[in-house]
């Protein structure tokens, strides 16, 4: 599974902004592009460049490749709905991202982790997919032998004081979550344009 493996303050430095998802880190110290050339002063952003920034900070946060988000925006765009609403859902619902928001990994990186590996179940069957879309109502849970682990035992920890968005619900005695409403695009976790996101691809879709 291709994905990125370099270094994570580079890319919320790239889009001037902390990438939670990404990193565990609250602020930039430096809070300007990468390079040599990240300090000089900068005149205003073209309108493709907002665009672009806006879609690279979606990106790099759930840790998607360009083809692959191409296809959640064009997936988005075949729905009934509003395009940009639609495609934060679809989005939030994937069920690494989901781990994460439980509280049960540092980062999506590491909740992706979890699921390749086979920690995580959906209603009761393992699923190895961090790209599965979880609907409301279905529980979300740290498979039973997985739950001795040490690691395992230290994120449920800290997942009983974790602050969770509206959507989901979780019972730290049984491990379990499950998303109780559609995700929108108010709880996204840093700030966002997803309609910047859908006209940067209008011309491609």
Request: with cysteine.
């Amino acid at each position: 599974m291709a994905r990125y493996r370099g270094p994570r303050l580079a890319r919320c430095r790239q889009v001037g902004v902390v990438l939670p998802g990404l990193t565990t880190v609250a602020t930039l110290d430096r809070p300007f592009p990468p390079g040599q050339h990240g300090t000089r002063r900068k005149g205003k952003q073209s309108d493709y460049k907002e665009r672009l920034v806006e879609k690279q900070k979606m990106r790099f946060h759930y840790g998607i490749l360009e083809k692959q988000f191409r296809r959640y925006v064009t997936e988005a765009s075949r729905r009934k709905g509003t395009t940009d609403r639609i495609l934060v859902t679809l989005l939030e619902s994937r069920l690494d991202n989901i781990i994460w928001r439980l509280g049960l990994a540092a980062t999506i990186p590491a909740a992706r982790q979890l699921v390749v590996h086979g920690h995580i179940t959906v209603n009761g069957q393992r699923v190895d997919r961090p790209s599965f879309q979880v609907k409301p109502g279905v529980a979300v849970a740290i498979h039973e032998k997985s739950k001795t682990r040490p690691f395992v035992q230290a994120a449920l920890a800290l997942a009983a004081t974790r602050v969770r968005p509206g959507y989901l619900e979780f019972d730290p005695a049984t491990a379990t979550g499950k998303i109780v409403t559609e995700p929108q695009r108010e709880d996204l976790p840093f700030e966002c344009a997803p309609q910047k996101i859908v006209e940067f691809y209008s011309q491609q879709i």
